[in-house]
């Protein structure tokens, strides 16, 4: 997340800083649509895909600050298969 600055990250609440449900997530591209690329959520831990609806899966705000670089931004795995992204600190919510 090469353009989330501290200034940035100092807007999420520190309620949602201090759960275990962060992932990250990287543009790749999709076959089925061209030009359109698709989010895929990763675990910063191992670098593997993982499931974005799995509470389970999700890590601390300090790692995803800390191993965020070469990833497209950060994820808040909400639960109950909702997951709201941060995409430039803006808050968008998709159902995965």
């Known amino acids: 997340m090469a353009n989330a ?3 940035s990250l100092a807007k999420v609440p520190e309620e949602l800083k201090s759960l275990d449900r962060w992932i990250v997530w990287r543009y790749e591209e999709n076959s089925n649509r061209p030009n359109h690329p698709t ?3 990763f675990d ?3 670098g ?3 499931n ?3 509470v389970d899966n999700g890590c601390s705000f300090d ?3 800390k191993k965020s670089n070469g990833y497209s931004g950060a ?3 909400l639960g109950d298969g909702i997951e709201r992204r941060i995409n430039g600190w803006k808050w968008y919510e998709s159902k995965t």
Do not use: C, W
Request: aromatic content about 4%; proline content about 5%; charged content about 30%.
């Open 5 to 7: 600055d501290a200034e």
């Open 39 to 41: 989010k895929i959520p």
């Open 44 to 46: 910063i831990r191992n």
């Open 48 to 50: 593997n895909k993982l």
């Open 52 to 54: 974005a609806t799995k």
């Open 63 to 65: 790692l995803i600050t």
């Open 75 to 77: 994820g808040f795995i």
